[in-house]
């Protein structure tokens, strides 16, 4: 009898950090404390002063500033770290280690804000409210990952599905109105989705190779159709935009209330996405199956679960997330359709996917990183920080790698994906 | 016995789950030449079909009368795909004036364009032989793209910083680097997933992105030509240069020939040589490679370096032997059509060729067709795209032209391959 643990390459340890995890995790803490201090302590003079605007840009809700002497918090983010890191090397967190991780990184990010704002004033609530805009695209693509890889089937045509949504919805809202388009790009999604699924559940494509057939079409198709037609008939590229609702009383909360309650349906979407996932994946019989397809195939065969009919209708809703996503693009941001403007999104979801775990919080969670370092570097100009724009554009894509690399503990993808499923 | 110390962690890194890669080309080896030639004709005719389908005139034509319509019909099709022909080959009245005249200068411009095929050709025979290389360690090298940007970014900058060298060391000096350059951005995903297992389809498509960025820095900082304003680095050295073949405009170059002896070299290690035998196995079987003492970990990581050397020599004859300098938007999806390539031309070095051969030249006769007939270049990725899908599902193209079904041989098909690979 095959043991079926063994198709997994890690098994999940509950709580438990090895002796050389503990003693790498210590370091990086007190890393972290390093460079707090070395980098910023230290070319900080004492007599400076950091001011954070507590309220975005064109908001009616006023918070006061943050003012603050940079160079106290700054050896205050320091020492607090470097004790958190001797603890770490000394007795260790255990299984809180990686909620230590975030905080830290928390801290050096601020850190890092503060000092690049000293003696002068950086808007916060603006840069966190275009975070979690930026951070739409990546987190929709990511949920679309998840609900197709949860079932088994991988998925790397997101870019392409996103894609060929936006080039549908732009056409379809320049003909009628910027919701028929939404409907649109959803069905869209569906469409390649579908396809996905067809080549590789029934003809047994590397899922690999499906996604990159849909990238390569979706790509080409789009583009050929924008050159030819867009560019001609310009009526057929003024989709419109959604606008942005306010939630009455929501985004009256101080500072987070605009930067999280103001903004158009999309982002909403996300948040309900996300919860509804959660929910529909972790918590009903229907999320069980999928998993279970995606997990262990054969068992859920025997219990009468339909493997592959389960897996068409997770990848066909996937495609329909990607969908959404991808009508962001245009009916959410720019406003019309360009070539390839998904620019790498959709595999920038997928990573935001693993870096979460194949978990719906967790790709709203990186999703939220990534779209924090987009906005970053469109600041960092503005502030007296040295480094190139052009490298912070890189720190998702490293942090990722890093990620991956099994720093922040394994990552878990369910056991049976990327492997299609034959009734025996 | 074995020569190698691994440990048991070090082993546990690179899973022991079934390799969907060598069964998915297990499946595809099965494949007959009826149905890869089909698969290519249809996809090409599926372009035609775009084509014809997206002409406006086509609709106005069915307008008047059936008939007419028809003939329309015919004559784009027709249109197409001889621009595509006389694009890729030259044109056949030309060439035969040409040869009726003797005048070298006219014969030089009349086959031209199936010279300039070749040369477009050039990059997808190296970025091929790169996945193809990786496909047969059982690894998907998706990063050819960013491999190939670094590759030439350090051709660039070993013609351009690097000065007083006569030609004959110059130029190999300057592949050399290029090549360097690319192996370093294959050997780190190489390497994580080695180590760490993590996984290097995500890992090679961040290298790409973290590539593209550091290709946007250097072209407009330090490799930038002082004297232009956009971002485009200097003109190499005259030394570096890899010489042309005819003068003007044909730029036939030595770089195809380079390929050619990549292909014979990749062909000669993989088939030739025990520590290619080493690699072929670590990718069919990495079960039984291990047991008979092949290091896994080594394998990866020189698989996916020389991966990346090949990708990256595709980058550094292209800037050597085509343009002599470097813009921002150099590569445009020779990333992913190398994919295609490599699962066209079977994961063998005379297959990538010939696939390599047809792309360039498909290439080529689009970028004229363009030109000459109005259709966008994206039409090539369609039919790439359907070209890719036909071959990796071969059940399509059977039941369109009704073929049967191959004979089953024991152990060779998807079924029980899958069958035979469940964990020891």
């Given at each position: 009898?095959?043991?079926?643990?063994?198709?997994?390459?890690?098994?999940?340890?509950?709580?438990?950090?090895?002796?050389?995890?503990?003693?790498?995790?210590?370091?990086?803490?007190?890393?972290?404390?390093?460079?707090?201090?070395?980098?910023?302590?230290?070319?900080?003079?004492?007599?400076?002063?950091?001011?954070?605007?507590?309220?975005?840009?064109?908001?009616?809700?006023?918070?006061?500033?943050?003012?603050?002497?940079?160079?106290?918090?700054?050896?205050?983010l320091a020492f607090i770290s470097a004790g958190l890191g001797a603890y770490q090397l000394v007795r260790g967190f255990k299984g809180k280690t990686n909620l230590v991780l975030g905080i830290l990184a928390g801290f050096l990010m601020l850190g890092f804000l503060s000092w690049g704002a000293a003696d002068k004033s950086l808007n916060l609530a603006g840069l966190l409210k275009v975070a979690v805009v930026r951070s739409v695209p990546l987190t929709l693509g990511a949920l679309s990952g998840i609900?197709?890889?949860?079932?088994?089937?991988?998925?790397?045509?997101?870019?392409?599905?996103?894609?060929?949504?936006?080039?549908?919805?732009?056409?379809?809202?320049?003909?009628?109105?910027?919701?028929?388009?939404?409907?649109?790009?959803?069905?869209?999604?569906?469409?390649?989705?579908?396809?996905?699924?067809?080549?590789?559940?029934?003809?047994?494509?590397?899922?690999?190779?499906?996604?990159?057939?849909?990238?390569?079409?979706?790509?080409?198709?789009?583009?050929?159709?924008?050159?030819?037609?867009?560019?001609?008939?310009?009526?057929?590229?003024?989709?419109?935009?959604?606008?942005?609702?306010?939630?009455?009383?929501?985004?009256?909360?101080?500072?987070?209330?605009?930067?999280?309650?103001?903004?158009?349906?999309?982002?909403?979407?996300?948040?309900?996405?996300?919860?509804?996932?959660?929910?529909?994946?972790?918590?009903?019989?229907?999320?069980?199956?999928?998993?279970?397809?995606?997990?262990?195939?054969?068992?859920?065969?025997?219990?009468?679960?339909?493997?592959?009919?389960?897996?068409?209708?997770?990848?066909?809703?996937?495609?329909?997330?990607?969908?959404?996503?991808?009508?962001?693009?245009?009916?959410?941001?720019?406003?019309?359709?360009?070539?390839?403007?998904?620019?790498?999104?959709?595999?920038?979801?997928?990573?935001?996917?693993?870096?979460?775990?194949?978990?719906?919080?967790?790709?709203?969670?990186?999703?939220?990183?990534?779209?924090?370092?987009?906005?970053?570097?469109?600041?960092?100009?503005?502030?007296?920080?040295?480094?190139?724009?052009?490298?912070?554009?890189?720190?998702?894509?490293?942090?990722?790698?890093?990620?991956?690399?099994?720093?922040?503990?394994?990552?878990?993808?369910?056991?049976?994906?990327?492997?299609?499923?034959?009734?025996? | 016995?074995?020569?190698?110390?691994?440990?048991?962690?070090?082993?546990?890194?690179?899973?022991?789950?079934?390799?969907?890669?060598?069964?998915?080309?297990?499946?595809?080896?099965?494949?007959?030449?009826?149905?890869?030639?089909?698969?290519?004709?249809?996809?090409?005719?599926?372009?035609?079909?775009?084509?014809?389908?997206?002409?406006?005139?086509?609709?106005?034509?069915?307008?008047?009368?059936?008939?007419?319509?028809?003939?329309?019909?015919?004559?784009?099709?027709?249109?197409?795909?001889?621009?595509?022909?006389?694009?890729?080959?030259?044109?056949?009245?030309?060439?035969?004036?040409?040869?009726?005249?003797?005048?070298?200068?006219?014969?030089?411009?009349?086959?031209?364009?199936?010279?300039?095929?070749?040369?477009?050709?050039?990059?997808?025979?190296?970025?091929?032989?790169?996945?193809?290389?990786?496909?047969?360690?059982?690894?998907?090298?998706?990063?050819?793209?960013?491999?190939?940007?670094?590759?030439?970014?350090?051709?660039?900058?070993?013609?351009?910083?690097?000065?007083?060298?006569?030609?004959?060391?110059?130029?190999?000096?300057?592949?050399?680097?290029?090549?360097?350059?690319?192996?370093?951005?294959?050997?780190?995903?190489?390497?994580?997933?080695?180590?760490?297992?993590?996984?290097?389809?995500?890992?090679?498509?961040?290298?790409?992105?973290?590539?593209?960025?550091?290709?946007?820095?250097?072209?407009?900082?330090?490799?930038?030509?002082?004297?232009?304003?956009?971002?485009?680095?200097?003109?190499?050295?005259?030394?570096?240069?890899?010489?042309?073949?005819?003068?003007?405009?044909?730029?036939?170059?030595?770089?195809?020939?380079?390929?050619?002896?990549?292909?014979?070299?990749?062909?000669?290690?993989?088939?030739?040589?025990?520590?290619?035998?080493?690699?072929?196995?670590?990718?069919?079987?990495?079960?039984?490679?291990?047991?008979?003492?092949?290091?896994?970990?080594?394998?990866?990581?020189?698989?996916?370096?020389?991966?990346?050397?090949?990708?990256?020599?595709?980058?550094?004859?292209?800037?050597?032997?085509?343009?002599?300098?470097?813009?921002?938007?150099?590569?445009?999806?020779?990333?992913?059509?190398?994919?295609?390539?490599?699962?066209?031309?079977?994961?063998?070095?005379?297959?990538?060729?010939?696939?390599?051969?047809?792309?360039?030249?498909?290439?080529?006769?689009?970028?004229?067709?363009?030109?000459?007939?109005?259709?966008?270049?994206?039409?090539?990725?369609?039919?790439?795209?359907?070209?890719?899908?036909?071959?990796?599902?071969?059940?399509?193209?059977?039941?369109?032209?009704?073929?049967?079904?191959?004979?089953?041989?024991?152990?060779?098909?998807?079924?029980?391959?899958?069958?035979?690979?469940?964990?020891?």
């Amino acid at each position: 009898m095959t043991t079926t643990t063994a198709v997994k390459t890690k098994t999940r340890e509950i709580g438990y950090i090895s002796p050389r995890r503990q003693r790498v995790m210590g370091i990086i803490f007190l890393l972290i404390a390093g460079v707090i201090w070395y980098f910023f302590s230290r070319t900080t003079s004492s007599d400076m002063i950091t001011t954070f605007n507590m309220s975005p840009g064109g908001s009616d809700v006023l918070t006061p500033d943050l003012v603050f002497e940079t160079l106290p918090v700054l050896n205050a983010l320091a020492f607090i770290s470097a004790g958190l890191g001797a603890y770490q090397l000394v007795r260790g967190f255990k299984g809180k280690t990686n909620l230590v991780l975030g905080i830290l990184a928390g801290f050096l990010m601020l850190g890092f804000l503060s000092w690049g704002a000293a003696d002068k004033s950086l808007n916060l609530a603006g840069l966190l409210k275009v975070a979690v805009v930026r951070s739409v695209p990546l987190t929709l693509g990511a949920l679309s990952g998840i609900l197709c890889e949860r079932s088994g089937i991988i998925n790397i045509g997101i870019e392409g599905m996103m894609l060929g949504a936006a080039f549908t919805s732009t056409v379809v809202a320049s003909l009628s109105n910027v919701w028929v388009g939404l409907i649109a790009a959803i069905l869209t999604g569906a469409a390649f989705g579908w396809l996905l699924a067809v080549f590789s559940i029934k003809y047994k494509v590397n899922q690999i190779i499906s996604g990159t057939v849909i990238n390569i079409f979706a790509t080409g198709l789009t583009s050929f159709l924008s050159a030819k037609f867009l560019q001609k008939y310009a009526y057929l590229n003024s989709p419109g935009q959604f606008p942005a609702w306010e939630i009455p009383l929501l985004s009256k909360i101080p500072f987070f209330g605009p930067i999280l309650f103001n903004h158009n349906i999309f982002v909403y979407t996300m948040f309900i996405l996300l919860i509804v996932l959660t929910v529909a994946l972790f918590h009903t019989r229907w999320g069980l199956r999928l998993r279970s397809a995606g997990e262990h195939p054969k068992a859920a065969d025997t219990l009468g679960i339909n493997v592959n009919r389960t897996r068409y209708i997770s990848t066909i809703l996937g495609g329909m997330v990607a969908g959404i996503g991808g009508a962001y693009f245009v009916l959410g941001s720019v406003g019309r359709f360009d070539e390839v403007m998904t620019a790498g999104r959709g595999f920038i979801g997928l990573a935001a996917m693993i870096f979460g775990n194949w978990m719906p919080s967790g790709a709203l969670g990186a999703g939220l990183l990534f779209g924090l370092a987009d906005s970053l570097a469109g600041k960092l100009t503005i502030l007296r920080i040295p480094i190139p724009p052009k490298f912070l554009e890189m720190a998702p894509y490293i942090v990722t790698m890093v990620v991956l690399a099994g720093v922040v503990g394994s990552t878990q993808p369910p056991a049976s994906e990327g492997i299609p499923y034959e009734k025996e | 016995m074995t020569d190698n110390q691994e440990k048991p962690t070090q082993a546990e890194a690179v899973p022991a789950k079934p390799n969907a890669i060598a069964i998915f080309f297990e499946e595809l080896r099965q494949n007959s030449l009826t149905v890869t030639i089909l698969a290519i004709v249809t996809g090409l005719l599926l372009g035609g079909v775009v084509a014809v389908l997206t002409t406006e005139s086509v609709y106005a034509a069915f307008g008047t009368s059936f008939g007419a319509g028809w003939r329309e019909v015919f004559r784009i099709f027709g249109l197409t795909y001889s621009a595509l022909f006389t694009g890729a080959f030259g044109q056949p009245d030309k060439i035969q004036a040409a040869i009726a005249s003797g005048d070298w200068g006219q014969i030089n411009t009349a086959f031209s364009p199936f010279f300039e095929s070749l040369v477009q050709s050039t990059p997808y025979i190296l970025a091929g032989l790169a996945v193809a290389l990786g496909f047969r360690v059982g690894l998907f090298n998706i990063g050819a793209e960013g491999q190939i940007f670094v590759g030439a970014l350090a051709a660039v900058w070993a013609g351009t910083h690097i000065t007083g060298l006569p030609a004959w060391i110059h130029a190999p000096l300057a592949l050399f680097i290029g090549g360097l350059g690319g192996a370093l951005w294959g050997f780190i995903p190489g390497l994580l997933k080695a180590k760490t297992g993590a996984n290097e389809v995500i890992n090679t498509i961040m290298m790409n992105y973290i590539a593209f960025r550091l290709s946007e820095y250097l072209l407009t900082g330090y490799l930038k030509d002082p004297t232009k304003s956009h971002p485009i680095s200097a003109t190499v050295e005259v030394t570096a240069w890899l010489p042309r073949l005819f003068p003007n405009p044909n730029r036939f170059h030595v770089g195809f020939f380079i390929a050619l002896a990549m292909a014979a070299l990749v062909y000669i290690l993989l088939f030739k040589t025990t520590w290619g035998f080493q690699l072929r196995t670590v990718g069919l079987n990495p079960n039984a490679a291990r047991y008979s003492g092949m290091s896994i970990v080594k394998s990866t990581v020189i698989a996916m370096s020389l991966s990346g050397a090949l990708a990256g020599l595709a980058g550094a004859v292209e800037v050597l032997g085509v343009n002599r300098n470097l813009g921002v938007a150099f590569s445009s999806g020779y990333g992913f059509d190398s994919i295609a390539l490599a699962l066209l031309g079977n994961n063998h070095p005379v297959g990538v060729v010939l696939s390599s051969l047809l792309f360039g030249f498909l290439r080529n006769g689009a970028l004229r067709m363009q030109l000459s007939a109005g259709i966008p270049i994206d039409i090539i990725s369609i039919m790439q795209a359907a070209i890719l899908a036909f071959i990796a599902a071969p059940g399509i193209i059977r039941t369109i032209y009704r073929l049967k079904e191959p004979k089953e041989e024991i152990g060779s098909s998807i079924l029980t391959a899958s069958r035979k690979e469940k964990p020891l």
